[in-house]
């Protein structure tokens, strides 16, 4: 081969070669593209050396966006060539679609405006889980209603085993009916031990009900309950408890005052055996302030201080003198 032949060979293949930032990129899964027939007339190499321009180039685009419109079915993406372009080279122009064809599935540019509202979150994020029904739980039973006979036999039942004074409201309660049942039918059961002459009697005593030995029967309720032993308080103490429940409250120095001899050793056996108890301290003096208890109101059977028997029959006749001799 002459050296004019080697040089035309070359500047036939110079000719034919294009550069690969030009290159269409082929459609995946298809099937390679024909190769480009050399073409026997001479290209220039100033053509070749020629700077890109900023416009896609038509002849080198032409044939793979007919290759793409004709492999690529409808509904499927289509392959771009911007992974394979290096730098700032533009991808080669692709047609447009018929107005025709279908939209594609490729993975639609966050916010854009053609993507109906609410279809493509409802595409991304699954469905919430129906919550599991809640099973309606059943209404309690109403307690059953007793009839006269039975309350009464229940409300005598539980006043036998109480310690303490119990209220209406506590029985209620307890045998679920209506406090105002439970209080007409503890009056009932009152008025008929009072009626029949039982050695015992049903009382208010503390704001509860209690049953009671009748005091006429309290000689025999002693000497079983005592049997020789002493349990009483003493003069001095009486005499302190006395002045505390018709004076309550009041301070440990009006009672000395009263009495006229120190009470602090009194008042602390009656405070130690639950009969009193503080109850504050004075505005004045910051003293402090004793009262009777609850205990003392069951031990002498009395529903309230209330109920203490008045003063004026026990006082002298001469108290206003007596008083005003001490002056």
Known sequence: MSDEEHRDSLADQAAAWIPPWERPAPPRDEPAEPP???????????DELAEPSDEPIAEASAPAADLTEASVPAGVAEPTAASALPGDAEPPAVPAAPDDAEPTAGPAPAGGADEPAGEGAAARVPGKQPAPRRRATPAPEPAPVLDDAELRGALEAILLVV??????????QVLEQPAERV????DEIAAGY????????LRRAAGGWRLYTRPEYATYVERFV???????????ALETLAVIAYKQPVTRSRISAIRGVNCDGVIRTLVSRGLVEECGTEPDSGAFLYRTTTMFLEKLGLNSVDD???LAPFLPDDVEELADATR
């Open 36 to 46: 480009v027939e050399a073409s026997d007339e001479p290209v220039k190499a100033s």
């Open 163 to 172: 310690d303490e004074p119990v209220s209406e409201l506590t029985l209620a």
């Open 183 to 186: 209080g007409p039918m503890l």
């Open 194 to 201: 009072t009626a029949a002459g039982h050695g015992f009697e």
């Open 226 to 236: 005592l049997d020789g032993q002493s349990v009483r308080l003493t003069q001095a």
């Open 308 to 310: 203490l028997p008045p």
